[in-house]
C-alpha cells in the first residue's frame, strides 16, 4: 500500500507564499497536486513525471511551481502569489491511469490533505 504525507498548508494573506510537500512510501515516477474548496469538485493543479515533465492548470500556471525530490520520495508544490480563490483543500497523489500523470485521468493513490487558505 502507498502512503503519502501532505505538509505545509496554512493561512496566508493574497500575494503570499506556500510551499507544500508530499513524502511517500517510496519512489514514484508519476506525482500530483489536487485541490478542492467547498461545495466545489476536485481540480488539478499540477503533475509530475520522471521529474522533469510537468504540466499546470491555467489557474497557476505562471504562480505554482511542482517539483519532485527522488532521494527524498516527495513532491513539492511552491506556490506563489496566492489569491482567495487559491483557497482550497490540497492534495498529493501518485499513480495514474492513461494518460499517464495526466491531470484529467484517474488517480490511485492519495494522501489526506492540507489545508491552504488566502485571505484577501
Known amino acids: 500500500q502507498v502512503q503519502l504525507v501532505e505538509s505545509g498548508g496554512g493561512s496566508v494573506q493574497a500575494g503570499g507564499s506556500l510551499r507544500l510537500s508530499c513524502a511517500a512510501s517510496?519512489?514514484?515516477?508519476?506525482m500530483g497536486w489536487f485541490r478542492q474548496a467547498p461545495g466545489k469538485g476536485r481540480e488539478g493543479v499540477a503533475s509530475?513525471?520522471?521529474?522533469?515533465?510537468?504540466r499546470y492548470a491555467d489557474s497557476v500556471k505562471g504562480r505554482f511551481i511542482i517539483s519532485k525530490d527522488n532521494a527524498k520520495n516527495t513532491v513539492n508544490l511552491q506556490m506563489n502569489n496566492l489569491k482567495p480563490e487559491d483557497t482550497a483543500m490540497y492534495f498529493c497523489?501518485?499513480?495514474?491511469?492513461?494518460?499517464?500523470?495526466?491531470?484529467?485521468?484517474?488517480?490511485?493513490?492519495w494522501g489526506q490533505g492540507t489545508q491552504v487558505t488566502v485571505s484577501s
Open positions: 497523489a501518485t499513480d495514474s491511469e492513461w494518460p499517464a500523470c495526466d491531470l484529467g485521468a484517474r488517480w490511485i493513490y
Open positions: 509530475i513525471i520522471a521529474a522533469v515533465g510537468t
Open positions: 517510496g519512489i514514484r515516477r508519476c
